[in-house]
């Protein structure tokens, strides 16, 4: 059973950074592409990061040059570094391996709440 477990989100003012972490269990997040997601009430969840194994990482034209998506092995863990926030960058915010999501295979944690306002 795979568990994802996203933390680090909170209140930020414009322009702020946040750094948002996601502890993998029962997948090992260097033999699998993944991806941070984000959600807004009345939305769709948004591939907004991701991060192939071997490969580049690749950015929604929204945050481009501001995020930074990462991985760290030995801790199993993913991580979105978020820097110059915007108000529009509030969301909730979930991690996943990209071919569930891709194949309808995914079951979502609770995500991390990012609040960007002044």
């Known amino acids: 059973q795979v568990d994802l477990v996203e933390s680090g989100g909170g209140w930020v003012q414009p322009g702020g950074s946040l750094r948002l972490s996601c502890a993998a269990s029962g997948t090992n997040v260097r033999e699998n592409a993944m991806g941070w997601y984000r959600q807004t009430p009345g939305n769709q969840r948004e591939l907004v990061a991701q991060?192939?194994?071997?490969?580049?990482?690749k950015y929604a034209d929204s945050v481009k040059d501001r995020f930074t998506i990462s991985r760290d092995t030995a801790k199993n863990t993913v991580y979105l570094q978020m820097n110059n926030l915007k108000p529009e960058d509030t969301a909730v915010y979930y991690c996943?391996?990209?071919?569930?999501?891709?194949?309808?295979?995914?079951?979502w944690g609770k995500g991390t709440l990012v609040t960007v306002s002044s």
């Open positions: 991060l192939a194994v071997g490969g580049p990482a």
């Open positions: 996943n391996e990209i071919w569930r999501v891709d194949y309808g295979m995914a079951a």
